[in-house]
């Protein structure tokens, strides 16, 4: 079974431009969710999407968005990006039940300049 | 608001010492904890979980203990070699296990 892929793998911006980022669950999985990784704040919790709707959100502004599709693909978007968006940003799946493990994928470096 | 705490954030022991990473959760509707293990470059991994019914979960080298009454719970590695150097995260969620919050993270080294 494929795992949790990420595209792209690699992302330069400039202040103030916009970011679609992808992610593809593992097949199988309804669930998925978004994570900003810094150095030194762990992964701090973007959102979480079932079934496209989303369920939970973190404390993120409105800049972050994203949204699921019927194929349980998702996608999160950073408007007028800021140099602080510079991060590792990792989705995870998961299937459907109360703590099942979540499958995290690549990530996807983004650089803001 | 939700918050887990980890600490240390850096541990460094050697090969053959046992290493106990601890976290504090501050939301007492949390009913799962699982462990993740992030090696240099890779992506998270979970390497143990634990559910707030069960006091203790062991995993060869590796255990997890839960006081809920305290909010605490520890990573316990035994024996440990230098194929443990990892960061490693504790997480705490609840209800569904939806909204999952995260330590900072252990940065670990196993000092052979």
């Known amino acids: 079974k494929a795992g949790v892929t990420q595209t792209p793998r690699y992302l330069i911006k400039t202040r103030g431009q916009q970011v679609t980022l992808s992610c593809s669950p593992i097949?199988?999985?309804?669930?998925v969710s978004w994570y900003q990784q810094t150095p030194g704040q762990g992964l701090q919790f973007l959102f979480e999407y079932f079934s496209e709707t989303q369920r939970n959100k973190g404390n993120f502004p409105g800049r972050f968005s994203g949204r699921q599709f019927s194929n349980s693909r998702s996608e999160m978007n950073v408007s007028t990006l800021e140099l602080g968006d510079s991060a590792l940003y990792l989705c995870?799946?998961?299937?459907?039940?109360?703590?099942?493990?979540?499958?995290f994928g690549p990530g996807t470096r983004l650089t803001v300049l | 608001g939700e918050n887990v705490e980890q600490h240390p954030s850096t541990l460094s022991v050697q090969e053959g010492d046992s290493a106990v990473i601890k976290c504090t959760y501050s939301d007492s509707a949390s009913n799962y904890f699982p462990w993740y293990k992030q090696e240099l470059g890779k992506r998270p991994q979970l390497i143990i979980d634990i559910r707030s019914n069960v006091g203790e979960k062991k995993d060869q080298r590796i255990a997890v203990t839960l006081n809920k009454t305290a909010k605490h719970f520890s990573l316990h590695i035994t024996e440990t070699q230098p194929e443990d150097s990892a960061v490693y995260f504790c997480?705490?969620?609840?209800?569904?296990?939806?909204?999952?919050?995260f330590g900072a993270g252990t940065r670990l080294f196993v000092k052979a």
């Open positions: 995870a799946s998961r299937k459907q039940g109360a703590g099942n493990e979540q499958f």
């Open positions: 097949s199988g999985h309804r669930s």
């Open positions: 997480a705490a969620s609840k209800g569904g296990g939806f909204k999952t919050i």
